[in-house]
């Protein structure tokens, strides 16, 4: 019931006839859908352009609307119960794997220069001190790291994210949230690729729209970034 009050504390539920303490859940079709609005988006793993496909709402104002109160819910997924076959359990345990083997790929045995905040850092130290190991050594070594929580990764459209805590410029699609942020890790392909799409969303755009305006911008914010980067689109 205190969740519940969390999430939604405008409705008054100690007077619900349908939920009691003690009975059994009144489950509905809708509930499943408002549920995994809600802890999805607390999850911070599905953002709301995907949630929106997912629900197949026609305005994400639908899907903002159903996922309305998550940042009170609680994160399932890291409510470790001391079960180890659980499968929450078994959700940590890969996604610590994940992690490390997507950090090992992008960043330490990248050959690309890194950018970024914590990009510049690893290229100039996390990487030199793991120069002599194997692959393995280094998915090991990254992977000892996570286990500790001294490290965190997550792809992103710019390259990728080594924050701990909850981003909020990740669950919209602001596609600058990294710009400027001690966390950040920018990867030129994926940069490049990325402004080579906002080209070609800008073209398919009608002139003179509000939506092409509103893309130009994007593309001329992505332009400028690689130009401060120094990097060539």
């Known amino acids: 019931m205190k969740e519940l009050k969390n999430v939604d504390p405008l409705r008054i539920w100690d ?7 003690g009975n059994a859940w009144p ?7 408002r549920s995994t609005a809600v802890y999805a988006i607390r999850s911070g793993i599905v953002t709301l352009p995907a949630l929106k496909l997912m629900l197949k709402h026609i305005s994400i104002v639908m899907t903002k609307y159903y996922s309305g109160g998550s940042i009170y819910a609680p994160d399932i997924l890291k409510a470790f119960s001391g079960n180890k076959d659980s499968m929450v359990a078994l959700f940590q345990e890969s996604e610590r794997h994940v992690a490390s083997w997507q950090y090992t790929n992008e960043v330490v045995m990248s050959e690309e220069t890194l950018y ?12 030199k ?14 992977l000892k790291r996570v286990k500790k929580g001294q490290l965190s990764y997550r792809p992103t459209p710019l390259g990728g994210c080594t924050s701990n805590s909850i981003c909020t410029k990740r669950i919209s699609v602001d596609l600058l949230g990294c710009d400027g942020c001690a966390s950040a890790v920018v990867i030129k392909p994926k940069l490049l690729k990325l402004i080579a799409l906002q080209n070609l969303t800008v073209d398919a755009c009608v002139q003179g729209s509000m939506e092409h305006t509103a893309e130009l911008q994007t593309q001329y914010e992505l332009s400028s970034f690689a130009t401060r980067l120094g990097i060539q689109a």
Not at 15 to 21: E, Q, T
Request: glycine share 8%.
């Open 15 to 21: 007077v619900s006839n349908d939920i009691r303490i």
């Open 27 to 33: 489950l509905s079709i809708h509930q499943l859908r």
């Open 116 to 127: 970024g905040a914590h990009g510049a850092w690893a290229q100039i130290h996390g990487k």
């Open 129 to 142: 001190s793991m120069l002599k190991l194997s692959y393995a050594e280094r998915f090991e070594e990254t």
